[in-house]
């Protein structure tokens, strides 16, 4: 991976989710400021750039419309919102996050909560907006079943069902005996959004039905190892790099890949994992050299 | 009021919201049975009704496209999941609402927070769903700019602004000695999700720009009205009738309307606000009776 050409590309990234976060007047400064902070905190933007890497894949002329950088903000918004919900006290109750307070801690479990709701909200508007402007009825019809995705992606069938699903296990202190129930939670929880991403710069590409499934297949791929070399990490890191606490699994005594096959069996199964990916990517006509550089980088990431 | 009528037509409106309620799998039984329960526990559906006589009340025809009533049961899942959230114990800790129990009292604080989540999720993907079935541009277009409003008006400027600034105000023993800020936190907390109904309705049927902006308006009016008379029920009704404790508003040493001027000054103040609705609806050229029964019924509730 070219480092510089991908710092390039994180900090245009950054400049477009800046540039949509929300304004703040008298009434709203507070949840703003919480919203604005809870964003900038950081992280390494890899849905926006999955989903700005899959447009460039797919389309014809590589020219980007005006809505695309909407969608890029609105998954980073929900990315986000999932982060400070989960950070809460009832559920993982983590303090901090990529080495800085997390929301909650910062401003009150209240403005967690809702800068949440908030964030979640805004990245509906964010898009919305956008489609506002469309008067191509193609255009219009593209935007709105990219929308359809995002909203299935995050919710019940989605992120928020692999959640939820993570939660009940844990509470419940189910030993997981077989890997399907771990697996449902992989890629619900983190696969979902990294397969919206790619979804949404296909269809707003207007690639074609096989395109958009191969892709999509290509990112539960890569979502599963990208969540495999989680657990591995939360073992062989430090907090340093990874800017929270390790052996948190551990510690709560949360069945992992690593705590079901061990450092050397995940390490193995997050290869099985990226082979897909890779090889399903390379199956496509259409290249994109920096996408699979990306992809090569994120199941194999040291923090 | 007709009571039969309005019977009638609130049971419909439970129908179709529980025909759009999320479908559960094996793994996410849990999830939709709590976003079930927390719908199902009741309501007045306020909001769908507001939203389906507006409709009636523009339309040239009265032929309700489908797109409508997926926005009906939207807007009564967005209204449900500010209700969980709001009863979590970082926000009011409420265990009971309408004599039952509130979701995290019943399915846990994680879940009270998912099951919010999962709803406000839902509900854009339940109205995009719908979208991705519209093949008239004109159709699309007004169904877009419907669930534009949507976003804005649960969002940052409009129920959760409301709502922040509520929390904010509370958590820091602000006297509110004026009565502006009161004003604005009902405005957004109650009246915004009102204003929604109305301008949704309004939108799917073609209204002008002036119908849109005067139903606007009475619905600004309506949720005054509404939110003051809250805070007099607070005070003269029982547990029984409310279905949750009285006196809360006391207790918590709240700054309300009452605690501001009085029964009697709260009383005209309501008077003042439902007046002014009346007197704009009326000012329409197009009729709804019922719609004008229902709103004189909601600024004189009893419970």
């Given amino acids: 991976m070219n480092d510089k050409l991908l710092q390039e590309k994180t900090d245009a990234i950054n400049d477009c989710i800046y540039s949509y976060l929300p304004k703040a007047d008298t009434n709203t400064e507070l949840i703003v400021e919480a919203c604005n902070y809870s964003v900038r905190v950081g992280g390494k933007r890899i849905r926006p750039l999955i989903m700005r890497e899959t447009f460039a894949l797919f389309s014809e002329n590589g020219n980007e419309p005006p809505i695309l950088e909407r969608f890029m903000a609105a998954i980073e918004f929900i990315h986000t919102y999932s982060l400070i919900h989960d950070d809460l006290p009832a559920m993982d109750n983590d303090m901090y996050?990529?080495?800085?307070?997390?929301?909650?801690?910062?401003?009150?479990?209240?403005?967690?909560?809702?800068?949440?709701?908030?964030?979640?909200?805004?990245?509906f508007q964010t898009v919305l907006e956008g489609m506002n402007e469309i008067s191509d009825p193609v255009q219009l019809l593209r935007a709105s079943k990219a929308?359809?995705?995002?909203?299935?992606?995050?919710?019940?069938?989605?992120?928020?069902?692999?959640?939820?699903r993570d939660v009940y296990v844990e509470k419940q202190n189910i030993s997981i005996s077989d890997k399907k129930l771990l697996e449902y939670i992989y890629i619900n929880k983190t696969a979902a959004l990294l397969e919206a991403s790619a979804l949404i710069g296909a269809i707003l590409a207007g690639a074609d039905k096989e395109e958009t499934e191969k892709i999509q297949t290509v990112m539960t791929n890569v979502g599963m190892a990208f969540q495999v070399r989680d657990d591995v990490l939360d073992v062989i890191s430090s907090q340093e790099v990874l800017g929270k606490p390790i052996k948190s699994d551990e510690k709560n005594n949360k069945t992992t890949y690593v705590s079901l096959f061990g450092i050397e069996g995940a390490g193995k199964i997050i290869k099985e994992y990226s082979d897909e990916a890779i090889r399903i990517l390379d199956s496509l006509e259409k290249k994109n050299n920096f996408?699979?550089?990306?992809?090569?980088?994120?199941?194999?990431?040291?923090?």
Same sequence: chains 1, 2.
Avoid: N, P
């Fill in 291 to 303: 996408l699979r550089e990306l992809i090569l980088m994120l199941v194999d990431r040291e923090k």
């Fill in 97 to 123: 996050r990529r080495g800085q307070l997390t929301t909650h801690a910062k401003y009150g479990e209240a403005f967690g909560i809702l800068a949440g709701d908030a964030l979640l909200t805004f990245a």
């Fill in 147 to 164: 929308l359809l995705v995002l909203s299935q992606k995050a919710g019940i069938l989605g992120m928020v069902g692999g959640q939820c």
